[in-house]
């Protein structure tokens, strides 16, 4: 382990399914599957006693039920979906719905039970950033308060296209959401790669300082109304440009200037406490507005950090899966002597989480 956890000290759990950190929430959850039937339990990260247990989920035409976790508002949210077609038999075909179980993470007690929302056709559910999305194959999207279980249904075709890009509604596609509406963007068969919440900011409002103006950004949704988006620098360098931005406002919240070749992430991790954010080769500090990137060059190996505690410690791997920590505090990078040590999967509450796969245990150490 990392010298950052007390090994000495901790709690286990033997809890059969998959573990999940839940970090607003200082617990860690546990999603199983018995008998074709779902549910989630969760346990407190400082203690591994269970906080609450669901009633089991049972899908829609006994197809897989994955599961997503949204944070709104500051708040977790657990969702288990599954798709198919309900109220058929020899007389009625029935009708094609996306289902949701939804459960607040600071639910408490024994079988809790779920907020049910059914939406109307086929599509798949993802966390949106500012909430539970349903997105299918045809030109709607379906934004679905995880607090409420109220839905909003979007169609492309009556929003409205940045100014800078009049043709993007010939390939346009719902990638997010934010507190102000949908997050756009364009699909690939047509030269503009921007995004935009329509009525709100679009891309050409979040370039940064120095940024080449002839060049859109790579950009991805993060987790709890957060956007990372990396640009071209100006002029003949071979250097980008990262930030992070609220993706209800656009204000860019922190930024990196990163030498060497450019690389993207579909991964981000946040702290628990929400000041550091990591996205490959890049950690943020939101608080400070400044971050630290290790791409590659022609001297370094690429850098991957997996996760950041709330004292700004990240830990991640180099190219050669070498592992390496970073301190945000003293931007000190380290190699790590042990090639065998193990990460944790999640870190909130002061304890790191980490999984034992050879005994399927869960164990939690405190830091030291």
């Not at 049910?116 to 993802?126: C, F, K, M, P, Y």
């Amino acid at each position: 382990m990392p010298s950052l956890y007390d090994t000495g000290r901790g709690w286990e759990s033997s809890e059969e399914g998959t573990q999940f950190v839940l970090p607003r929430s200082e617990a860690v959850g546990v999603y199983w599957e018995r008998q074709g039937e779902y549910g989630f339990t969760v346990l407190d990260a400082a203690t591994g006693e269970t906080r609450w247990s669901s009633v089991p989920i049972s899908p829609v035409e006994h197809t897989d039920v994955p599961f997503v976790v949204v944070t709104v508002d500051g708040k977790e949210y657990l969702a288990a979906w599954s798709s198919g077609t309900t109220d058929s038999d020899a007389v009625n075909i029935g009708r094609d719905i996306v289902s949701l179980d939804i459960f607040p993470a600071e639910a408490s007690g024994d079988a809790v039970q779920p907020l049910h929302v059914e939406v109307d056709g086929d599509g798949d559910v993802r966390d949106g950033g500012a909430g539970l999305l349903v997105r299918g194959d045809g030109d709607t999207a379906v934004a679905v308060d995880p607090a409420t279980g109220d839905t909003t249904e979007y169609d492309i075709n009556t929003l409205e296209p940045p100014s800078d890009c009049p043709d993007c509604e010939s390939s346009w596609m719902i990638v997010g959401l934010t507190a102000n509406g949908p997050l756009l963007g364009t699909q690939i068969d047509i030269d503009y790669s921007g995004f935009w919440v329509p009525g709100g900011w679009a891309t050409t409002d979040l370039r940064p300082e120095g940024a080449d103006p002839e060049e859109a950004p790579s950009l991805g949704v993060a987790k709890d109304n957060l956007l990372v988006a990396g640009w071209d620098e100006a002029g003949d360098s071979d250097a980008y440009l990262w930030t992070v931005v609220d993706s209800a406002s656009g204000q860019t919240l922190a930024t990196v200037r990163c030498e060497g070749h450019m690389t993207s992430s579909s991964d981000t991790t946040l702290s628990a406490n929400g000041r550091y954010l990591a996205h490959g080769a890049r950690v943020f500090d939101l608080q400070g507005g400044t971050g630290e990137c290790h791409q590659r060059t022609d001297t370094t190996n690429q850098l991957r950090f997996e996760i950041v505690t709330d004292e700004g410690m990240a830990f991640g791997y180099s190219s050669t899966d070498s592992p390496v920590q970073l301190d945000m505090t003293t931007g000190e990078i380290e190699e790590l002597d042990d090639v065998n040590v193990h990460f944790p999967f999640g870190d909130t509450a002061g304890f790191g989480l980490f999984w034992d796969d050879a005994a399927r245990t869960m164990v939690a150490y405190p830091h030291s």
